[in-house]
C-alpha cells in the first residue's frame, strides 16, 4: 500500500503526519506501506520511519547516475538518503513533463541498477477509455516501458495501473472495471515473463482510493495493493486505507 503525496508538504509536515500515522499501523503486518513523498521531504521522512515498517519512496529517478541533469535526482542520491522505491511514469509526469515510454524503461532500469524499486505506472486517458483503446494502450504502454526489462529485472518491479480519469477525480474506477484492467496487464506479463512471474508480480490499483472503497477494490483477486493520492495526505484515512 504506497501513498504518492505529489506535491504537497513541507518537511514539518511529513514530521507532523509520520508522529500520527506510525502509531495506526504499527501492527499493520500484512502488507508493505510507502510513502512517496516531494524529494524535500525524503530525509525528513526517513528519519521519521526509522524504526518502523513503514518504506519511504521517491516519485521519479533519473536514469543517469549523476552529470548534467539540471532539475534530476538520480538513483544514487535517493539511496543515499534512505529511499527504497522510486515511482516511475505517473500520468502526471507523462503529461506535464513529456515522461515518454522510452524514458519509462530507462528510469526504470536506472531504479534497479541502483538498487530501488521501481513503482511503474500505466493507465489510460478518459478519451482512450471511451474510443475503445484501453487494451490498446495498456499493452502498448506494457511493452514499450516493461517488456525491455530482463526477466530478473522485472522480477524486481511494482506494476501501478492508474487510470487517468480516475485520479484527483473523486471517481474510481469500479473493481470490475479495475480488475479488467489488471487482467489485461498480468496477460501481458504471463506472454512475456512467464506464469511464475505473472503470479508474482504485485499490481496496485490507483485513482480516488478511499477509505469507504478500498475493501471493495482489494476483493478483487488481480488487485495486489493501492497506490493512493489525495487520501494518503491524511494519517487516519491513509492508516485506514493500509488496514482496510
Ligand atoms: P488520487 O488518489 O488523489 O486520485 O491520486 C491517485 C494517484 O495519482 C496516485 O499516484
Same mark, same amino acid.
Given at each position: 500500500m504506497a501513498g504518492n503525496w505529489k506535491m504537497y508538504k513541507t518537511p514539518a509536515e511529513t514530521q507532523t503526519f509520520f508522529e500520527k500515522f506510525r502509531p495506526l499501523v504499527e501492527k499493520s503486518e500484512h502488507c508493505e506501506i510507502v510513502i512517496c513523498p516531494p524529494f524535500t521531504n525524503l530525509a525528513a521522512a526517513v528519519d521519521a520511519a526509522k524504526g518502523s515498517p513503514i518504506q519511504v519512496g521517491a516519485q521519479n529517478v533519473a536514469w543517469a547516475k549523476e552529470g548534467a541533469f539540471t532539475g534530476e535526482i538520480s538513483g544514487p542520491m535517493l539511496k543515499a538518503v534512505?529511499? +527504497?522505491?522510486?515511482?516511475?511514469?505517473? +500520468?502526471?509526469? =507523462?503529461?506535464? $513533463?513529456?515522461?515518454? %515510454?522510452?524514458t519509462v524503461l530507462k528510469r526504470t532500469q536506472a531504479a534497479l541498477e541502483f538498487g530501488l524499486t521501481p513503482i511503474v505506472c500505466v493507465g489510460e486517458r478518459l478519451e482512450e477509455r471511451e474510443s475503445g483503446n484501453t487494451e490498446t494502450v495498456l499493452v502498448s504502454q506494457f511493452q514499450k516501458g516493461i517488456a525491455g526489462l530482463s526477466e530478473q529485472q522485472f522480477a524486481k518491479i511494482v506494476i501501478a495501473y492508474e487510470p487517468v480519469w480516475a485520479i484527483g477525480t473523486g471517481k474510481t474506477a469500479t473493481p470490475e472495471i479495475a480488475a479488467d484492467a489488471h487482467k489485461v496487464i498480468r496477460a501481458q506479463? =504471463?506472454?512475456? $515473463?512467464?506464469? %511464475?512471474?505473472a503470479d508474482a508480480v504485485r499490481i496496485l490499483y490507483g485513482g480516488s482510493v478511499k477509505p469507504d472503497n478500498v475493501k471493495s477494490l482489494m476483493a478483487q483477486p488481480d488487485i495486489d495493493g493501492s497506490l493512493v493520492g489525495g487520501a494518503a495526505l491524511d494519517p487516519v484515512s491513509f492508516a485506514s486505507i493500509v488496514n482496510f
Open positions: 534512505g529511499a +527504497s522505491h522510486a515511482i516511475i511514469s505517473h +500520468s502526471e509526469r =507523462r503529461q506535464y $513533463f513529456g515522461e515518454t %515510454d522510452e506479463v =504471463r506472454e512475456k $515473463f512467464g506464469k %511464475d512471474a
